[in-house]
T-cell receptor
């Protein structure tokens, strides 16, 4: 069964500085990996996904993530944080043929002006 | 593309009444939809998997007679919370899986906030 680890439940960044959210996964088979963002009282919005194509994935709002199989990681980055980036971020893994998604516990990002 | 809507966005009801939540895939067909529950400051908990034209598959610990799921078409799944009680108050989120055979992506609705008084 697949699983996801997101450390640092709360992350504070200053506006204009880089954002790094770490995600490590465990999967028996070739996984698909996703990052979703959730703003308060909203659903989850897909930021980006890796599905066995290019290992460096670019998403919306300037975010990108790199799939590193040797490190079982899929860290999310953004060069310069914006106030609108304040939200909860979930790293999610899925295995082909398995309906079930495995969610990380989430990173609550606070952007300091 | 890949937009999922939910209705209503929030609902307040009295204890003992039933509440229906709709989940629609607006621009794609979804043979599989999912219902999640999210408690404050926690991740999503899968309640059930809904397959068009067949019975839903419920996760362990989720009462199927309390949370009725119907997936009558390729674009609509409904969750009915029967005889709701205050402990059912929560944020309910649905998702629909992409239509491609190899696409594991789930697209999420905006959620429904249920408050049972």
């Amino acid at each position: 069964a697949q699983s996801v680890t997101q450390l640092d439940s709360h992350v504070s960044v200053s506006e204009g500085t880089p954002v790094l959210l770490r995600c490590n996964y465990s999967s028996s088979y070739s996984p698909s990996l996703f990052w979703y963002v959730q703003h308060p009282n909203k659903g989850l919005q897909l930021l980006l996904k890796y599905t066995s194509a290019a290992t460096l994935v670019k998403g919306i709002n300037g975010f990108e993530a790199e799939f590193k199989k040797s490190e079982t990681s899929f860290h999310l980055t953004k060069p310069s944080a914006h106030m609108s980036d304040a939200a909860e971020y979930f790293c999610v893994v899925s295995e082909y043929g398995n309906n079930r998604l495995a969610f990380g516990k989430g990173n609550q990002v606070v952007v300091i002006p | 593309g890949a937009v999922v809507s939910q209705h209503p966005s929030r609902v307040i009801c009295k204890s003992g009444t039933s509440v229906k939540i709709e989940c629609r895939s607006l621009d794609f067909q979804a043979t599989t939809m999912f219902w999640y529950r999210q408690f404050p400051k926690q991740s999503l908990m899968l309640m059930a998997t809904s397959n068009e034209g067949s019975k839903a598959t419920y996760e362990q610990g989720v009462e199927k007679d309390k949370f009725l799921i119907n997936h009558a078409s390729l674009t609509l799944s409904t969750l009915t919370v029967t005889s709701a009680h205050p402990e059912d108050s929560s944020f309910y989120i649905c998702s629909a899986r992409g239509s491609g055979l190899l696409d594991e992506t789930q697209y999420f609705g905006p959620g429904t906030r249920l408050l049972v008084l």
